[in-house]
């Protein structure tokens, strides 16, 4: 076909694959995810329908690459289908939803569609929306094209946001207040990080090589916060701390300009891939999938996306493991969480590289204080949790069955 030219992934969701459930036998929920944050958020859901409800069938769609690589890699046997979500496109649309035929349409966080959605309306398919967020820039998008996002996010029996902001947001789009329910977020649901996990090997051997007695991970960067990252790590004071670094780009094939960036600034390096097991004081983890089992095996986080004007990547998911978090000062993404947790105490927000540096002296110099605060924010973290059971309870309701 024409669009042949077109690399795989777009092919897929231009021309869907044909549906290979077998219909008659369990209802078929279709949940769709962005990409990989929002898959990850997404998985206690899974775990909940595969263990409650094996009789549903779940499809479960993404948008980019590493949402695919992520459902791939840690959904196993629950789900009956994986693919790309379709394209907004009248063809695309009308083929994956004839063939489908989902009983219930599931939202995760973002990536509404207008076209789409109609074609929910029209074959009058059930809709939540879960985890809605809906940050300052999409509000004015969305006001600016009220007419076609309107209808779209209407079409939603039942919508649960993240946050009371993105509650009122909802509001302000013409959302009726009674399809929006109380807020809950499912990034607090996450599992705990597993630092057994077999995958962190080459992790846990590189770090007993170097004998390390104080690890930070510095998760999802972008090219661009390797300066900051260069200033903090050759900041003088750390010069006899003994600190060694996990640096995870956000994209691995990143990997090289962070190495040249630290080594030009006389630092030490070994990328995952290659590493020796010679003398460093960083390693460059090249792989996907690794970071949130990794912040277990650290004493604290920087979180990516944050230094640069990027709004920030998932503060909780750090937090989780325990460890003190800290963050730039572009969180906007993640405003509602990130205050959250520093307000309980367990993260640190950081402007220059002097500031990132006092604070991992603190973090190495005062064990008891860096205990407590990343107690404080896995406390935090697990306070919130109970989104998932909530987006199942109500899928199960559409269902026509209160209880499951």
């Known amino acids: 076909m024409a669009f042949s030219i077109f690399p795989p992934h777009f092919q897929q969701r231009f021309w869907p694959k044909k549906n290979l459930l077998t219909h008659g036998q369990g209802p078929v929920i279709w949940i769709h995810a962005l990409s990989l944050g929002e898959v990850l958020s997404a998985l206690p859901l899974v775990a909940l329908f595969s263990d409650e409800r094996p009789d549903i ?3 479960f769609t993404a948008s980019t690459r590493s949402g695919m690589e992520a459902l791939k890699k840690n959904s196993g046997s629950r789900l009956a289908d994986i693919r790309y979500f379709p394209l907004d496109h009248p063809v695309a649309v009308n083929r994956v939803l004839s063939d489908l035929h989902p009983d219930i349409f599931v939202l995760v966080e973002t990536d509404l569609w207008p076209l789409f959605m109609g074609g929910i309306r ?8 879960v985890n809605a967020r809906i940050s ?3 509000l004015k998008g969305y006001l600016r094209l009220s007419r076609i996002m309107g209808p779209a996010l209407k079409t939603f029996r039942a919508i649960i946001p993240q946050s009371p902001v993105d509650a009122q947001r909802l509001l302000r789009l013409g959302v009726e207040a009674e399809s929006i329910r109380s807020p809950a977020n499912l990034k607090h649901d996450s599992s705990l990080p597993d630092p057994e996990n077999p995958a962190l090997a080459p992790v846990r051997d590189w770090l007993l090589q170097q004998t390390a007695s104080f690890v930070w991970v510095c998760g999802s960067l972008h090219p661009g916060e390797e300066h900051f990252l260069s200033d903090v790590l050759t900041d003088e004071r750390l010069g006899g701390a003994a600190i060694h670094t996990l640096l995870v780009p956000r994209h691995p094939e990143n990997a090289p300009l962070f190495e040249k960036a630290l080594q030009d600034r006389g630092l030490r390096v070994e990328v995952l891939s290659r590493h020796s097991g010679e003398k460093a004081s960083v390693l460059i983890v090249d792989s996907m999938g690794l970071l949130k089992d990794m912040y277990a095996l650290s004493h604290g986080a920087l979180v990516g996306g944050s230094i640069i004007s990027l709004r920030g990547h998932n503060p909780l998911e750090p937090a989780m493991a325990g460890i003190p978090v800290s963050m730039g000062p572009s969180s906007e993404d993640f405003a509602e969480s990130w205050q959250g947790l520093q307000d309980a105490g367990g993260g640190f927000s950081v402007r220059t590289p002097e500031e990132m540096a006092d604070l991992l ?4 110099n005062e064990e008891n204080k860096r205990k ?3 107690e404080a924010g ?3 973290v697990l306070r919130g949790r109970g989104a998932a059971r909530r987006a199942f309870d109500l899928v199960c309701d559409l269902l026509g069955e209160k209880t499951c």
């Open 372 to 374: 407590a605060a990343g």
């Open 378 to 380: 896995r406390n935090y």
């Open 122 to 129: 029209k074959r009058k398919i059930p809709a939540i929306f």
């Open 361 to 364: 002296l603190l973090w190495k």
């Open 136 to 138: 300052d820039k999409t």
């Open 57 to 59: 069938q779940i499809v």
